[in-house]
């Protein structure tokens, strides 16, 4: 479900909302850094690079991206969702052969964080996150023609031929501003 983020309607509860209530359900996957060391920028899209199969035609994944503190309190950065069907293009629909494995990439579009040491950097996945985004009833129909739902069944890979990952624009830590005369012109 969805628990704060940026989501331009009310319900539900928007902004920096703690994750950990959706974090203990027994459908989201949790992966969760080591704390880390020194601060770390994060600055530009976030894209989660996963290889799934599913026992439906059609499925979503969502993904978020979540700054965990020393003391637990987990903070939604960003998510992003990919429905199944849409996986080669936008364009046209590609319905899921039950148990194959896909690429997916999954947008968590954008963002500009500093994880300070002794956070951990979180990924949580997940297959709903509803009401920000529909439902998918997973049937593989088209939206709207159906009045039931069906449940799936996920499975992520990240073993040495399947290696899910997120990709993170990282900004050194020795960045410093551009130096020069900017010149404005008309």
Known sequence: PT??????????????YDQTAVELRNDVLVYTSEPLEQPIEVTGPVVLH???????????????IVDVYPEGYARIL?????????????????LLTPGTVYEFYVD??????VFQKDHRIRIEITSSSFPKYDRNPNTGHKFGEDLDTVVAHQQVYHDKNH???????LIPSE??????TAVARN
């Not at 989501?7 to 902004?15: C, E, F, K, S, T």
């Not at 968590?108 to 964080?113: D, G, H, I, K, M």
């Open 50 to 64: 996963l290889f799934a199969s599913t026992d439906r035609t059609d499925t979503d994944f969502n993904g978020k």
């Open 78 to 94: 960003q998510e992003g969702v990919i429905r199944g069907r849409y996986w080669k293009t936008f364009k046209q629909q590609n």
């Open 163 to 169: 290696s899910s990952y997120v990709l993170l624009p």
């Open 175 to 180: 960045s410093k501003p551009c130096e020069g």
């Open 108 to 113: 968590l579009w954008s963002t500009s964080n």
């Open 3 to 16: 628990l704060g983020g940026n989501v331009a309607m009310h319900p539900p509860r928007v902004g920096p």
